[in-house]
């Protein structure tokens, strides 16, 4: 008898049986296998009957049979879909007042100033209707033509294209998405243009409405006269009379709301959803939010053309969606969008969410009640302390309160001396100071162009050039006006003067003084009436980079006093990168909408959400300086050796301040200071941000313990052993004070994680230079 051995085929057969084929599915139960095996070497294969050879006909016809629907459908839609309507195109125009404004080579279509220009007021325009309700039917925006007078408003022709498949548009939905987006204040995509909202028309193309009209059998007038906006009745503040949110720490509104409700009525109409909300205990603060929502706050700003709503802040939305996001309708979803609500820097003031300090108690920090640092962006946790009295403004920094009359009035009251800082400013109106957060001697940002306004014992005026005007001659009144302008512009920090003129002021209830002696080397302001109105106009250059601004500029060892532990204000362009809301990286801010950071950061990280955090020294409380943009972009470096990034933010920065502004770009080579450098790390709690003095060391000294690139600078701690409770992370910035002893500029970056170890055995400080990348730098800023 002859025994069979069955052997396995090793490999082959072990990959077939991971596909999704199997040839078991083509035997049926009961009948045997088409391959018999015997004891001889012979082999036999049984032919498939005829019931199987009639099965195969059947499933090929039917085969046969979906093939030929499937291309019968495919050439029907294709040939006949032109019976559907087209598109629907909208024709539309704004006029830009401010921001941009009419020069004849945009007249011509062909020029590269037109195509610039033209892109981004289209991409301008995409972007609001792709984040719209609108967004589904939304093909595309085009720019049609741009005209007006030389150095004079702009006008903006465009077209909208929608989809008429996904429902008809009608033209007042286009109105809606245009009007909140242009309107001053709210825009998300055109903040830093004025649109003047009178000037808005859309009409619907004629060709387009005739198309519809067959495909629907309705009717077309030969004619569609334009819809125009009626400018809409100055904003008042009136009483909350609404019940549900009678608790309120603040007693009066405004229509509409932030939700589009015109009156109470209306908000009773919709509050159902909004309950539902609260009582499904989403977010513990849903109540709080909801009714700021529902119940703005309203300044009454007396004497001025309208009040003025203040919203909650941006991060008491970003806090409400996290939790309660997912319970959001549609329409609701298209409301609240957190982009369009401001942070606590930016222009007009807002609502942060309430408990600050029960949240800091509730974090173990109650230490940081009263402690000189502001950590609540609502200054709650400094204002009501032994040192500062109810009324009193903070100074910014240490356990100081002054009166409001004691800002400005010629003596030093604060440690930093910031009540007397900023004592001439600039300002769009004295509406806009009047918005301002006023609970700190610091301004809340900076303004490059306005009115020259001054602040005297916490009186706010103009600067009226009446007496320029009487006394002096054209020539010499206009090196007067340049003067006074250059030396504002410099002690507001800014590189120079762009332009300078007298314009006549607009607003009343104005109280004004004049130039005492135009002429002195130092000049004097007296109180006085100005009839004619005339009052200066200023326009600086850009802001200085490198400056600390919260310090003394007056002397240039303010900078080297700096403490281990870092102060508000003391680095303001160090900004903290988060993935998913959690520390992982640091960058540094090198222009308005740009950060430098290492590649390193983003090796092996998934695909995630990352954010970055600019003017925090304590990343577990929020100051009101703070300031968080989206990253939207990453460019990396194409010179040798080098790991460094670019990352774009999603909005730029037009908030700067004494707590956030740009750092130098070196100028070239080796620091020009390298007997003065830090870097920036944290505790080990990745908490308190802290300084350690660097020293430039020979590249041996690092090559022998690590591996050096071409474009690595090698340091060492002045006082490594007492450093031994800081940690940087990846993207920590090499700062060196520049020659004039004010400026500082980023000389290198770290790419890696250091922490302090045993003596002997502290990884090597290799930071990437940043000088040999300033090309590409500059390049792609640009």
């Not at 702009?154 to 008809?168: E, Q």
Request: net charge negative; charged share 25%.
């Amino acid at each position: 008898m002859v025994a069979m051995e069955h052997k396995r085929k090793p490999s082959w057969d072990s990959k077939i049986s991971v596909s999704t084929v199997s040839t078991r599915r083509f035997s049926r139960a009961g009948t045997p296998s088409s391959i018999l095996s015997s004891d001889s070497d012979i082999r036999f294969t049984r032919k498939l009957g005829s019931q199987y050879r009639c099965g195969c006909c059947v499933l090929a016809a039917f085969l046969l049979f979906l093939l030929f629907a499937g291309v019968s459908i495919y050439l029907g839609y294709t040939f006949l879909q032109s019976e559907l309507p087209n598109d629907q195109i909208f024709l539309a125009t704004f006029r830009v007042t401010q921001g941009d404004a009419f020069n004849p080579e945009l007249a011509d279509p062909s020029t590269d100033a037109f195509r610039q220009r033209s892109r981004s007021y289209r991409d301008r325009i995409n972007l609001a209707f792709r984040r719209s309700p609108l967004q589904m039917s939304f093909v595309a925006a085009e720019i049609l033509a741009l005209d007006g007078v030389e150095g004079q408003d702009l006008m903006v022709h465009f077209d909208l294209r929608f989809d008429a498949r996904y429902g008809i548009i009608d033209t007042e939905s286009i109105l809606s998405v245009l009007t909140r987006e242009l309107t001053p204040g709210a825009s998300r995509f055109f903040a830093n243009l004025t649109i003047d909202p009178g000037s808005l028309e859309v009409q619907e193309s004629a060709s387009a409405t005739s198309n519809l009209a067959l495909a629907t059998n309705a009717s077309v007038p030969e004619e569609v006269v334009p819809t125009t906006i009626a400018p809409r009745p100055p904003r008042r503040c009136s009483p909350i009379e609404f019940t549900y949110c009678k608790h309120l720490p603040y007693n009066l509104t405004s229509y509409p709301n932030l939700l589009g409700h015109a009156n109470l009525q209306e908000v009773n109409d919709d509050i159902i959803a909004f309950r539902e909300l609260v009582d499904a205990e989403c977010y513990k603060q849903a109540y709080d939010f909801i009714c700021q929502a529902l119940q703005p706050a309203c300044l009454n700003l007396a004497g001025d053309d309208e009040d003025a709503l203040s919203p909650p802040c941006r991060g008491f939305c970003k806090e409400f969606w996290a939790g309660c996001g997912s319970r959001l309708s549609e329409r609701l979803r298209a409301i609240l969008d957190c982009s369009k609500f401001p942070e606590y820097a930016d222009l007009g003031s807002c609502k942060s969410k309430p408990g600050c300090i029960r949240e800091l108690q509730t974090k173990a920090l109650s230490s940081r009640i009263c402690d000189g640092v502001i950590d609540c962006p609502d200054f709650s946790d400094e204002r009501d302390c032994a040192y500062c009295r109810e009324g009193h403004v903070h100074c910014g920094i240490g356990t100081t309160c002054i009166p409001r009359s004691s800002r400005c009035d010629g003596k030093i009251d604060c440690p930093n001396a910031s009540d007397e800082k900023d004592c001439l400013s600039l300002a769009p109106s004295l509406k806009f100071l009047k918005l301002q957060p006023s609970d700190s001697a610091h301004p809340s940002r900076y303004t490059d162009e306005g009115y020259v306004v001054f602040n005297e014992k916490g009186t706010v005026g103009k600067i009226c050039t009446d007496n320029l005007n009487n006394t002096l001659p054209d020539t010499e009144m206009q090196s007067v006006l340049q003067s006074t302008a250059q030396s504002l512009c410099s002690l507001m920090t800014f590189e120079g003067v762009k332009s300078v003129e007298v314009r006549t002021d607009e607003e009343d209830g104005v109280p004004y003084v004049l130039m005492q002696d135009p002429t002195a080397a130092e000049i004097t302001f007296v109180r006085a009436p100005c009839p004619s109105k005339q009052v200066m106009y200023v326009r600086c250059t850009d802001l200085a980079c490198g400056i600390q601004g919260i310090r003394s500029k007056s002397s240039p060892g303010a900078s080297k006093s700096l403490g281990k532990i870092s102060g508000p204000g003391d680095w303001p362009w160090h900004v903290a990168l988060l993935k998913e809301d959690n520390h992982v990286c640091d960058a540094t801010l090198v222009a308005s909408a740009w950060l430098l950071t290492t590649a390193s950061c983003f090796q092996g990280q998934p695909k995630a959400e990352w954010s970055a955090r600019l003017g925090a020294v304590r990343l577990s409380s929020s100051s009101p300086w703070e300031q968080e943009r989206w990253i939207v972009g990453m460019v990396k470096s194409p010179v040798e050796g080098s790991s460094l990034v670019l990352l774009k933010m999603d909005r730029p920065i037009t908030a700067f301040s004494d707590f956030v502004r740009p750092v130098c770009l070196p100028s070239g080579g080796p620091a020009s200071n390298d007997t003065h450098c830090n870097t920036l790390g944290w505790a080990k709690n990745r908490d308190l941000l802290q300084r350690v003095q660097l020293r430039y060391n020979a590249m041996e000294k690092c090559e022998n313990v690590s591996i050096a690139s071409v474009n690595s600078v090698c340091t060492e701690a002045v006082y490594p052993t007492d450093d031994c409770t800081e940690e940087e992370v990846a993207g920590s910035p090499l700062l060196c004070l520049e020659a004039d002893g004010r400026r500082w500029s980023l000389a290198g970056v770290g790419n890696w994680r250091i922490a302090c170890s045993k003596s002997g055995a502290e990884r090597p400080r290799l930071y990437d230079q940043v000088a040999s990348n300033l090309a590409w730098i500059k390049s792609t800023v640009g």
